[in-house]
């Protein structure tokens, strides 16, 4: 059972604090704690421990703040990184803040968990976590102390114990107070697993459902609602800008922005972020109903297990889906960002670089053309040579080139790669990297070096 008062106590949370500069080790942290605790207690306390330095890096903290959580809550919670490039979406809230003389602007953050998502919030927005668990609501409150500066005596009026679909109705109602105000905008990140290990990109786990979030929506003046990367564009209406963001690489969210804060309606948005949450690079390009709207054999080609399972249909979210013709080997092979490749942008940025860019295999997102394209979008490699893929073809190819140090990335073929290079048994003073992959459906290995221009 979760004991908030127990975590948050000033007793638990000096000790955590002594044995972490003690450095003590999980028994003598554990024979310490049998002193002074019951056995249950010091079990969540050592569970809790565990999680203190996750929830310091996670957050950015210093070493000695504390956070509520649990295992759960603090895995689907938003990280520093992209919670405080999320907060520069929030600049509309913020104006209307400045032209507000009577309050701020209020922000629901439905099923707020342990509350990432407000977190990073402009200061000047008035935040309400609304969550179905007290337990989250808990964290949520104690939280928003230490991160947004809220009193400990405001926490009630700050959050909400209810079902956000009934609380988004409700907004709309003329019951506001000063104690349950009306909010302008909204948050949410819908409950994606109830246990460890659930999956968290099988949609039958999204609750609520996607379809339920713009029900939700249309109770706010705009708001951002949070999905798996893999979920389907076509599915998500018209009117919002939605957003992958990650880093270089990954692909951690994809956002959808509704009302006043698409500024881009209709458009599609890749970011890559750095470690502090500092843009690295954008690529935003309109919505391509074509791709979209594609019928049954044109999509075909691009179905290469990418599939998801929803409550009452599969999802096709084919990840190399792009509008690249397919040609043959070139002088460079390129493979896009996360955050290009989860947004199908890949290939109309190949596209503007170079229009020589092409796939060499259908529903494979590796790269070619005949000049470097250009980085963070890509990292790009020169082709040196290729060679269908035998023990005997490969050794010889990795031979002439004098190859000793290989890595190896795979794409359409399935091979243990610490195994693969092994067998191979390189023995240059050279290193390289080696593709395994398809040329238009056939194996091929293709022998490379990094291009850093």
């Keep these: 059972m979760f004991n908030a008062d127990l975590l948050t106590s000033a007793k638990v949370q000096n000790f955590i604090a002594h044995a972490t500069q003690k450095k003590w080790d999980a028994l003598q942290v554990s024979t310490q704690l049998a002193k002074e605790f019951s056995n249950e207690e010091r079990?969540?306390?050592?569970?809790?421990?565990?999680?203190?330095?996750?929830?310091?890096?996670?957050?950015?903290?210093?070493?000695?703040?504390?956070?509520?959580?649990?295992?759960?809550?603090?895995?689907?919670?938003?990280?520093?990184d992209i919670g405080r490039w999320k907060s520069t979406l929030w600049e509309c809230a913020r104006q209307a803040s400045k032209n507000c003389k009577e309050s701020a602007p209020v922000v629901h953050d439905l099923c707020c968990g342990m509350g990432g998502d407000s977190f990073f919030l402009p200061q000047e927005l008035t935040t309400i976590g609304v969550d179905l668990d007290e337990n989250r609501l808990a964290m949520y409150r104690y939280n928003s102390g230490v991160m947004r500066g809220?009193?400990?005596?405001?926490?009630?009026?700050?959050?909400?114990?209810?079902?956000?679909?009934?609380?988004?109705?409700?907004?709309?109602?003329?019951?506001?107070?000063?104690?349950?105000?009306?909010?302008?905008?909204?948050?949410?990140?819908?409950?994606?697993?109830?246990?460890?290990?659930?999956?968290?990109?099988?949609?039958?786990?999204?609750?609520?459902?996607?379809?339920?979030?713009?029900e939700i929506s249309k109770h706010y003046k705009g708001g951002m609602a949070k999905i798996p990367p893999g979920y389907p564009i076509s599915e998500i209406p018209r009117g919002t800008e939605i957003l992958y963001i990650g880093s270089r690489t990954d692909c951690r969210e994809c956002l959808v922005l509704f009302g006043e804060l698409a500024k881009n309606p209709d458009h599609v948005r890749a970011v890559m972020v750095d470690k502090t949450g500092n843009e690295i690079a954008n690529w935003t390009f309109a919505r391509d109903e074509k791709r979209e709207a594609r019928n049954e054999s044109e999509q075909s080609q691009y179905d290469h297990n990418y599939e998801l399972e929803g409550r009452d249909r599969i999802y096709r979210t084919s990840s190399s889906e792009s509008d690249?013709?397919?040609?043959?080997?070139?002088?460079?092979?390129?493979?896009?960002?996360?955050?290009?490749?989860r947004s199908h942008l890949f290939g109309v940025v190949a596209l503007a670089h170079d229009e020589s860019a092409h796939l060499i295999s259908p529903g494979i997102a590796y790269v070619a053309s005949e000049k470097p394209l250009p980085s963070p979008a890509f990292a790009t490699y020169q082709i040196l040579e290729s060679s269908e893929i035998s023990t005997g073809a490969v050794r010889a190819m990795l031979k002439s080139h004098d190859i000793g140090k290989l890595t190896l990335k795979l794409r359409g073929v399935k091979v243990d790669p610490d195994q693969e290079i092994k067998r191979l048994k390189p023995k240059g003073t050279k290193a390289a990297t080696l593709f395994y992959t398809r040329l238009d459906g056939e194996k091929i290995a293709i022998l490379t070096r990094r291009n850093e221009l």
């Design 150 to 214: 809220i009193p400990q005596e405001s926490h009630d009026a700050h959050a909400i114990l209810g079902d956000v679909r009934e609380v988004a109705k409700e907004n709309d109602s003329e019951n506001a107070t000063l104690a349950r105000p009306k909010a302008d905008f909204f948050t949410i990140d819908p409950a994606r697993r109830a246990i460890e290990g659930e999956n968290q990109r099988d949609l039958r786990n999204l609750t609520p459902t996607f379809d339920e979030v713009i």
């Design 324 to 341: 690249l013709p397919l040609g043959g080997i070139s002088k460079f092979i390129a493979e896009p960002a996360p955050v290009l490749l």
């Design 43 to 80: 079990i969540d306390i050592m569970d809790y421990m565990a999680l203190v330095p996750k929830f310091r890096e996670k957050f950015g903290l210093v070493n000695t703040a504390f956070l509520l959580c649990d295992k759960l809550a603090l895995e689907q919670s938003t990280a520093q």
